[in-house]
């Protein structure tokens, strides 16, 4: 019955619409990460350790 009524509410197009949106967006990601300049992988490699001061060394307050 459950089967039933999921095919009568016609919601076949949102899956397939759904997953060509997933597509185009993994694809665009994918292409973004293969040609980046060295340096916005350099900068993005470094964000993690970067605390914003110029040796890493706090100061004092």
Do not use: W
């Not at 999921?6 to 397939?16: K, N």
């Not at 900068?43 to 001061?53: C, I, W, Y």
Request: hydrophobic share 50%; proline share 3%.
């Amino acid at each position: 019955m459950r089967r039933e009524i999921m095919e009568a509410a016609g919601l076949e197009a949102f899956a397939e619409v759904g997953l060509i949106l997933f597509l185009i967006a993994f694809a665009l990601i994918v292409l973004r990460a293969l040609f980046a300049h060295k340096e916005e992988l350099h900068h993005a490699q470094n964000l993690p350790l970067e605390d914003g001061t110029l040796n890493g060394q706090e100061s004092k307050p």
